[in-house]
């Protein structure tokens, strides 16, 4: 299983981006999907999910009504986005794309088994 994450960037406070995170592997169309972000000097958090099988989205109360999940599944391809708008100048991070077999919302680290690359956010006051 592969994950690879694009579409960060620099943007102004207020503006908006669009994060990518393309899975390949076997059967990945059964996995549960999130984005995490880490700030330097700060602990990974939990941003917001996609559940399977139901593509259910869960958000952190931070970023609730400004960033939207959505994700395109089949077999061959699988491809999660992340739309943020009203960007501020705290949610500049790293951000990763994540995949798991936990059913739920897992929002812990820990609870998933698959990583992508991080890209980086910035967001200009």
């Known amino acids: 299983v592969q994950l690879q994450a694009s579409g960060g960037g620099l943007v102004h406070a207020g503006g908006s981006l669009r994060l990518s995170c393309e899975a390949a592997?076997?059967?990945?169309?059964?996995?549960?999907m999130a984005w995490f972000r880490q700030a330097p000097g700060n602990e990974r958090e939990f941003v917001g999910l996609?559940?399977?099988?139901?593509?259910?989205?869960?958000?952190a109360d931070s970023v609730k009504g400004r960033f939207t999940i959505s994700i395109s599944r089949d077999n061959a391809k699988n491809i999660m986005y992340l739309q943020m708008s009203n960007l501020k100048p705290e949610d500049t991070a790293i951000y990763y794309c994540?995949?798991?077999?936990?059913?739920?919302?897992?929002?812990?680290?820990?609870?998933?088994?698959?990583w992508g690359n991080g890209t980086q956010v910035t967001v200009s006051s």
């Open positions: 994540a995949a798991t077999l936990v059913l739920g919302t897992p929002t812990r680290p820990r609870e998933y088994d698959y």
């Open positions: 592997g076997p059967s990945f169309g059964t996995y549960g």
């Open positions: 996609s559940q399977w099988p139901d593509s259910k989205t869960t958000y």
